[in-house]
C-alpha cells in the first residue's frame, strides 16, 4: 500500500501523505488515506473487525506533508484537545510568484467557505459566517521570479495558505484553484514539520519530512538544500 510511516506507537501513526491523497472520505468517493491506513493496522496486527482510527486533522489533496491519526479513542480525544487548543506546531513550505512586501509578516484575514465550489474567500473585515484565519511566514530562498516561504499557521481554516497568499496576488505555484500557474495535480505547499505533545506518553513529538518534488518541477531544483 506504499504508506510511508514515520513513527507509530499503540497510540498514534504518523504517516507522510502523498499528492492526490485525500485524508478523509469525500463526496468523490475516492478511497480516503484514513481507509489505507486502517487496512494496514487490521493487516499488521491481525485484528478482527473494525480498525479503530480517528482523524486529528487535515490536508489539502493536492498538498502532502504530516499527518497524524490516532489509533486508540484517548488518543483521539487528547489530540483533538491540543489540535483545538493550538498546542500544536505546524509548519509549511510554500513557492509563491512575487516577492511579497515583507520577508517576514503575520497575515489576518477572515475567511468564508463556499461549499458549492469548494473554495474559500479571504475578507480583510469578518463578513457573515466568516472565521478569522491567521499565521506568519517568512521568505528563506529566492528561486527565478519565485519565493520559498516558510509559514506558521496559527488557524487551520479551509484552504487557508492557499487563499490568503492568492488574495495578495502571491498564488500557490500549480495552485490553478487561486490563479496559480503550473500543471499536474500538485501544488508547491508542504506540511513540512509538526510537532506535538504525544498524548499518552506526553513527551514532544517532532517530525519534518522534505518536499516530494516530481518532474515537472524544475523551478524547484535545490530545495532540498535548504
Not at 24 to 50: F, M
Not at 89 to 99: E, F, G, I, P, R
Not at 151 to 177: A, C, E, M, N, P
Request: proline residues 4%; positive net charge.
Amino acid at each position: 500500500n506504499n504508506l510511508q510511516i514515520l513513527h507509530e506507537d499503540n497510540h498514534i501513526i504518523v504517516i507522510n501523505k502523498r499528492v492526490g491523497d485525500i485524508v478523509q472520505g469525500d463526496k468523490t468517493g475516492d478511497k480516503p488515506l484514513s481507509d489505507v491506513v486502517k487496512e494496514y493496522i487490521k493487516e499488521k496486527y491481525n485484528k478482527p473487525g473494525d480498525v479503530f482510527l480517528g482523524v486529528v486533522h487535515r490536508l489539502d489533496r493536492p498538498t502532502t506533508g504530516i499527518v497524524v491519526f490516532a489509533k486508540t479513542s484517548k488518543a483521539l480525544t487528547r489530540l483533538n484537545e491540543t489540535f483545538k487548543n493550538r498546542e500544536t506546531q505546524k509548519t509549511y513550505w510554500a513557492v509563491v510568484k512575487n516577492c511579497p512586501p515583507k520577508e517576514k509578516d503575520t497575515l489576518v484575514h477572515f475567511l468564508k467557505r463556499n461549499t458549492k465550489n469548494n473554495t474559500s474567500k479571504a475578507h480583510s473585515k469578518e463578513v457573515p459566517e466568516s472565521k478569522k484565519a491567521s499565521l506568519s511566514y517568512q521568505v528563506i530562498k529566492k528561486l527565478d521570479n519565485y519565493y520559498v516561504l516558510e509559514i506558521d499557521l496559527h488557524t487551520g481554516r479551509h484552504h487557508q495558505i492557499r487563499v490568503q497568499f492568492s488574495s495578495r496576488d502571491h498564488s500557490i505555484y500549480g495552485d490553478q484553484k487561486y490563479g496559480g500557474r503550473g500543471h499536474g495535480k500538485q501544488i508547491a505547499l508542504w506540511a513540512y514539520s509538526l510537532s506535538f505533545i504525544h498524548p499518552v506518553s506526553k513527551e514532544r513529538m517532532e517530525f519534518k519530512v522534505l518536499p516530494e518534488i516530481n518532474g515537472t518541477w524544475k523551478i524547484l531544483e535545490g530545495i532540498e538544500n535548504l
